[in-house]
């Protein structure tokens, strides 16, 4: 869906991809003026995991298989991305 939203917009600059966020390739380019500059971004739209916690708002029917063990535990990855 991105993907297509994007080629709406024509934009040319943009970059999507889908790859582990911890481990992200470097990405090497040029600028017209011949200066380098590596893997660097105006802006990153990222897609960590979630504890849930929202949609257990949302939805009270979650709360039997929700606990705030599997929240902690995501919180290192989320930090790391």
Not at 3 to 24: E, I, W
Not at 36 to 57: I, K, M, N, Q, Y
């Amino acid at each position: 869906m991105l993907v297509n939203q994007l080629r709406r917009m024509n934009n040319p600059a943009a970059f999507v991809t889908s790859c582990d966020g911890q481990y992200f390739p470097v990405l090497d380019s040029k600028s017209d003026r011949g200066t380098e500059r590596e893997g660097s971004f105006d802006r990153v739209l990222a897609d960590v995991p979630c504890s849930g916690d929202g949609t257990v708002r949302k939805n009270p029917g979650i709360w039997r298989q929700w606990n705030h063990l599997g929240s902690l535990a995501l919180h290192p990855l989320q930090l790391s991305i």
